[in-house]
């Protein structure tokens, strides 16, 4: 069977492709510092040496739109053509194209029906920056072959945050038993407190820095319990109105498995919101 | 009231560069037209078919003719959608990096939780 090599949850931050590649005298004051905990994180991947990424994340009205919503749609196609013009336009992001696993797509997919998540699938899918912006800073030589995972936390009616951490443990037992020799990585990138277009956005930190301090705790201790106590979808509204997000990361805790401890716990406080990176080796560290 | 129609031109004009400029420069005949030649399209669908029942109302149709960004998410717009597609319009009349940004926060600042209703 398949190994979980490393288990990773982090922010997505567009902004970061550009202010680490641009010339010295365009590069923001926080880029180094920046740059430096981006370095360290990769390394996390590295070190596992997977050979697959099962990469988890949520399209922003670029491919999926109103008039027919999937909640939790598995990719399945060879390529993954990446990035939308207007986010060419609005972060800099580059057009990319990354191969994709159809093999374990079709396990995820037939599992999950069974387990009793109806996914939805799409066999040409163009994916965001959702997906690619850990890429760009995780595996930035983007030479592994993906199986993405969309999940709506962006158009309401969104799934309970429950079903996140249901679906987050499915995935684990599908990888774990997929038949193969190879290593595969879970990557799922959301936020912590956020907001987008509303009266509390690019603050000088996240909009809600005490509700960030609780979550990374509970990301980094694998306290899905009390992160499911603590938050609903009625709850997450107040944070920042874009804090929906924040189920990606508990999906991700649903990964990782109850109370399991992070290996490696990052955060770095921006203008607008917090950065959080964490990596879980479910194998023991790699040597 | 549509607040799946004020999305979806939102959505429109912010995926096409032509639109976005043309929004920019004349949103009263880009509204117009819009609405008359565009709203029935069902995006995902076979082209050749298309809606029949699909229009702004009153306040719709003003908050987009006079680019009201306050008016839009007090009428339930994406704030996502209307976000992307101003920043793309306006962010480049402001000399500072996010002013344009942070003035959009501000002109919002009235607004308290509970937010508008966004669900569509």
Known sequence: ??????????????????????????????????????????????????????????????????????????????????????????????????????????????????????????????????????????????????????????????????????????????????????????????????????????????????????????????????ALSEVSLDSLWNPGNATHGFMDFMLMMGVAGDGAKADHVDTLDLFHTMEAYFTWYPEGVPA | MSKYLLNKFLYTVDRDPDLVERYREDPSGTVTWWESTMANTILNCHTGESSTWLTFSPPERDALTSHDYVRLFELGAHPFLTLTLFIAMFERDYPEPLAFQKEYGRRLSHFSLPYPDIST
């Open chain 1, 1 to 226: 069977m398949a190994t979980l090599a490393a288990v990773i949850a982090s922010t997505h931050h567009p902004f970061y492709y550009r202010a680490s590649t641009a010339p010295p005298e365009e590069r923001p004051p926080f880029a180094d510092a920046w740059v430096a905990k981006i370095l360290a994180f990769r390394e996390t991947l590295t070190r596992a040496r997977p050979d697959v990424l099962v990469m988890v994340g949520s399209d922003h009205f670029h491919q999926l739109w109103l008039d027919n919503m999937p909640q939790f749609l598995v990719g399945k196609a060879p390529f993954y053509d990446a990035n939308f013009y207007n986010e060419e336009r609005e972060f800099g992001l580059p057009r990319m194209t990354l191969r994709g696993n159809e093999d374990l797509s079709a396990h995820i997919l037939r599992g999950g029906l069974d387990e009793g998540f109806d996914l939805a699938f799409s066999n040409e899918l163009r994916i965001d920056h959702s997906v690619t912006c850990p890429i760009i800073t995780l595996r930035p030589q983007a030479d592994l072959p993906i199986v993405p995972i969309y999940t709506n936390i962006f158009a309401p009616p969104l799934p309970q945050p429950w079903r996140f951490v249901e679906l987050g443990r499915a995935i684990r037992r599908l990888v774990e038993s997929w038949p193969s020799d190879l290593r595969v990585a879970v990557i799922g990138t959301g936020h912590l407190s956020l907001e987008l277009g509303g009266p509390r956005q690019f603050g000088p930190h996240g909009p809600d820095p005490e509700f960030d301090r609780r979550a990374v705790e509970w990301i980094a201790t694998g306290d899905i319990e009390r």
